[in-house]
């Protein structure tokens, strides 16, 4: 795991993507997201299949799935609800 704040270049997911076999799939999280080149490349692989995850996306995967985790996990990142009355349309 490394934590850095730019965006992940095509050459860094490259060097991600090498450490997959054939028929792998991947999953590479950056909070600092993803340069256009590097989204591009996830794409159109074929053998070595890589998911982007982002920090929005990361967010709306966990509310998600939140209510399927254990407490643990819940811990890790506790969410609470909050309700708000909407205007009437």
């Not at 998911?51 to 996306?57: G, I, M, N």
């Amino acid at each position: 795991m490394k934590r850095q704040v730019r965006k992940v270049t095509v050459d860094g997911l490259r060097s991600f993507m090498a450490l997959l076999g054939d028929g792998d799939v991947g999953l590479f999280v950056s909070l600092g997201g993803f340069t256009k080149d590097a989204e591009d490349e996830a794409r159109t692989r074929e053998k070595r299949r890589v998911t982007l995850v982002d920090s929005e996306r990361l967010v709306e995967l966990w509310i998600e799935h939140y209510p399927k985790l254990n407490e643990e996990a819940r811990r890790r990142l506790p969410l609470k609800a909050i309700h708000f009355l909407a205007p009437p349309d």
